[in-house]
Nanobody, 117 residues
Framework: QVQLVESGGGLVQPGGSLRLSCAAS????????MGWYRQAPGKQRELVAR???????NYADSVTGRFTISRDNDKNTVYLQMNSLKPEDTAVYYC???????????WGQGTQVTVSS
């Protein structure tokens, strides 16, 4: 079994920052990629940022230059540093883990991020 535990969500004012963390535990092997997705009310879940096993990263256009994804391989933990937050960043953020070239796909329980004055 694989567990993903997310933390770091909350309420922040526009222009503020938050840092999300996601720790993976359990039967972790052959990590292919880890990433963050988000889902706003009435919208589909979308990719925010992703980091592959080799360190390559990709970001949604809407967050490029504001968000940074990083990973601690020793801790099997992925982070999302979110700066210059906007109200449109409000969503539930989900951690994603892919193992063995994407054959196995796991999701965290989600953490709410609300950007509002």
């Amino acid at each position: 079994q694989v567990q993903l535990v997310e933390s770091g969500g909350g309420l922040v004012q526009p222009g503020g920052s938050l840092r999300l963390s996601c720790a993976a535990s359990g039967n972790i092997f052959s990590i292919y990629a880890m990433g963050w997705y988000r889902q706003a009310p009435g919208k589909q879940r979308e990719l925010v940022a992703r980091i592959a096993s080799g360190g390559n990263t990709n970001y949604a256009d809407s967050v490029t230059g504001r968000f940074t994804i990083s990973r601690d391989n020793d801790k099997n933990t992925v982070y999302l540093q979110m700066n210059s937050l906007k109200p449109e960043d409000t969503a539930v953020y989900y951690c994603n883990l892919q193992l063995k070239l994407g054959l196995y796909n796991y999701w965290g329980q989600g953490t709410q991020v609300t950007v509002s004055s």
